[in-house]
């Protein structure tokens, strides 16, 4: 009996790599873990729930991980995916991937097998590399072997994490690490509380004369708003910025909403037209890649493919090395967003003259053709719905609930959504981002819901559902807001191919006719419906919205509907032999 004393008083004075790790988040302000337990971090899930973090478990990991990433994307602070070892940490990695090429701050936390043996290539359970595959495929990517080193190890991954251009790092945490012990107190001192994670980058004097100059002397001016502006969160100076110049704008896809899709600088809907127009060009945080073909060619008036339109560049970003990736940039403004719109404010002075009228009026003119011909499209009423009837109704939803978060894939189902749902508040709508990846739908929708508190409306293709749909299970165990609506015309694309040799196999784009997307969430006790017309879709999501109930909205759209690839069939090769 006289043992027990001594051996608690011990005890207590010791901690391990378990509570190290949990330490060193909660004092770093983390306070949500998306993730998937098994060997070697079941006992971590559990301490890490314990110690009064929010533990999502997902069905795979991949789901977890996309969950991290829009974390990130929405609160600036990194989003923590938990994974197994090996082939969890595989299946982590693909978004951890997106979120780099995304610029959006995460970490992917993975065990690790016996560095000993894996090394010596030995064959241990789950044996692989990990840091070393990791390391191509992300900003940064870090080991810790050592108990005491945890602290400088999670310091490390979430400035790597944060600061610049933001991305995704990893972290590996052998096995063998959690169980090491330590002194107590010397661990909370190894501990490190990051100061400053995302310093301001503040851009210098030259260069922000260097874009007022070049942008006074525009006679056709356009801002394009990246999701680097949607990030940044400089909302006020962004609006200020627009209103004050007069200048049109474009959003890219995750920017819409930043000032409101329906504000009378939107140029969204005249977008063919201002981009082989404009003369000068800002961009604010986004990149002249492929979503904006490269800054040339015949999208921006030039006469060939990879002809330059004559346009002039103002980008500002926080990547140093982002400016002359593509085109030249005449006027590159490197720092922050928030800073450098400041300081463009401050340098504009208070009698900024607005752009040329007959610009302004050319845009408008296109623009009203525009939004008359779409609402002429939207007010029809076909039989079966198609994209435009049903997104009628997504377009009316959306705008009654301007708080709600919108997580859109697919193809033609993401294409049609963008240009018809009009977003009202910054940082509401989610999608496939930079690398047009399908699959992000649930674990997007399923961290919307927890890190925002508001309802979540996920329009999805029925290919992409495909990817994450289990994840619906995910819904319904932590009962989240999420309305899923799956816009379900048999197929990818479209749900009327043939096999070409006439065997007894559907062609490859085609699923199941008339299937039942909506029974998938009745097994876990979530709300299934069918809904056939845009009365029925309507009915389903004003319910889902207005009851916060996991809702899975099978809404049957016309199988001829849709064009392969959506608006960008030009990137789909098709064989040059007749
Ligand atoms: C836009 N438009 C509108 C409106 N908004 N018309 C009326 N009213 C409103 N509110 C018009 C706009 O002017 C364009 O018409 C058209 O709608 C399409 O606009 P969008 O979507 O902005 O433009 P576009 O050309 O499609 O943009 C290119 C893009 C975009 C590459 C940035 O397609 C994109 O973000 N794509 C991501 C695709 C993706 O990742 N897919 C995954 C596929 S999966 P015009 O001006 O007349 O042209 C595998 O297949
Ligand atoms: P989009 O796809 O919407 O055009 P991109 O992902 O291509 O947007 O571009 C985002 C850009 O924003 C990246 O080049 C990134 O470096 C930049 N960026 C991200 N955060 C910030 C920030 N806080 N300040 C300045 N630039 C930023």
Redesign the pocket.
């Known amino acids: 009996m006289g043992t027990v004393e001594p051996q608690l008083a011990t005890a207590s004075q010791v901690t391990d790599g378990f509570h190290l790790v949990i330490d060193a988040l909660k004092l770093n302000g983390i306070d949500t873990i998306f993730g998937l337990p098994g060997i070697p971090i079941t006992d971590f899930t559990r301490m890490a729930q314990a110690a009064g973090l929010r533990v999502i478990s997902f069905r795979h990991e991949q789901n977890a991980g996309n969950a991290a990433a829009i974390a990130g994307f929405l609160t600036q602070k990194p989003g923590i995916c938990l994974t197994v070892s090996a082939p969890g940490f595989l299946n982590g990695l693909t978004a951890l991937a997106n979120a780099t090429t995304n610029c959006f701050p995460m970490i992917l936390i993975s065990g690790s097998s016996e560095r000993e043996i894996v090394d010596l290539q030995q064959g241990d359970y789950e044996e692989m590399d990990q840091l070393a595959i990791a390391k191509p495929l992300s900003k940064a990517a870090f080991r810790v072997l050592h108990a005491e080193d945890i602290g400088v190890g999670v310091a490390r991954a979430i400035r790597a994490a944060l600061s610049g251009r933001p991305g995704g790092v990893y972290l590996d945490l052998p096995a063998k690490l959690f169980a090491q012990t330590m002194d107590a107190e010397a661990g909370r001192k190894s501990l490190i509380k990051v100061v400053d994670p995302a310093p301001k980058q503040i851009p210098g004097a030259d260069a922000v004369k260097r874009a007022l100059d070049l942008l006074k002397g525009a006679k056709k001016p356009l801002i394009v708003l990246g999701k680097g502006a949607a990030y940044a969160r400089a909302d006020t100076e962004i609006k200020s910025l627009i209103e004050k110049t007069g200048i049109p704008y474009l959003p ?2 995750m920017a819409k909403g930043l000032l409101p ?1 329906t504000h009378e600088q939107s140029a ?6 201002v981009l082989p127009e404009a003369d000068v060009v800002m961009l604010v945080g986004a990149r002249l890649n492929w ?2 073909s490269h800054g040339k060619g015949k999208t921006w008036g030039g006469k060939g493919h990879k002809d330059w339109g004559g346009q002039k560049f103002i980008q500002i970003d926080i990547s140093p090395s982002e400016a002359d990736s593509n085109v030249r940039i005449d006027a590159p403004l490197v720092g922050d967003i928030g800073s450098c719109v400041s300081a463009l404010l401050t340098a504009m002075g208070s009698n900024w003259a607005k752009p040329p009228a007959d610009w302004l009026g050319a845009i408008a003119e296109r623009k009203s053709k ?2 008359a011909k ?1 609402a002429e499209t939207l007010a029809k009423d076909p039989r079966p719905m198609n994209f435009h009837s049903a997104l009628n109704v997504v377009r009316d939803i959306v705008k009654a609930n301007p708080d709600a978060m919108l997580v859109n894939e697919g ?1 033609n189902a ?2 049609f959504t ?2 018809i749902v ?1 977003m009202y508040k910054p940082r509401k709508r989610l999608d ?1 981002g930079t690398w ?1 990846v ?1 699959g992000i739908g649930m674990g997007f929708s399923v961290a919307a819901a927890v890190v925002s508190g508001q309802p979540v409306i996920a329009i999805e293709g029925d290919s992409a559902f495909g990817f994450s749909g289990m994840e619906v299970e995910t819904l319904c165990r932590y009962n989240l807001p999420v309305c899923v609506v799956v816009f379900n015309n048999n197929g990818v694309y479209r749900g009327t191919d043939v096999n070409p040799a006439g065997g007894p196999d559907v062609a490859p784009t085609v699923f199941v006719k008339g299937a039942r997307y909506d029974k998938l969430i009745e097994a876990f006790g979530g709300v299934g419906v069918h809904a056939t017309t845009p009365a029925e879709l309507r009915k389903a999501m004003e319910e889902a919205v207005r009851s916060r109930k996991p809702t899975l909205i099978n809404a049957v759209i016309d199988e001829t509907a849709g064009t392969e ?4 069939t030009s990137l789909n090769p098709t064989s040059g032999k007749k």
């Open positions: 890219m896809s899709d969204a809907a005249a977008r063919s037209y979503l904006l525009n939004v779409m193809a993401l294409d963008r240009s009009d496939v047009g399908m690839s959506g608006r960008i």
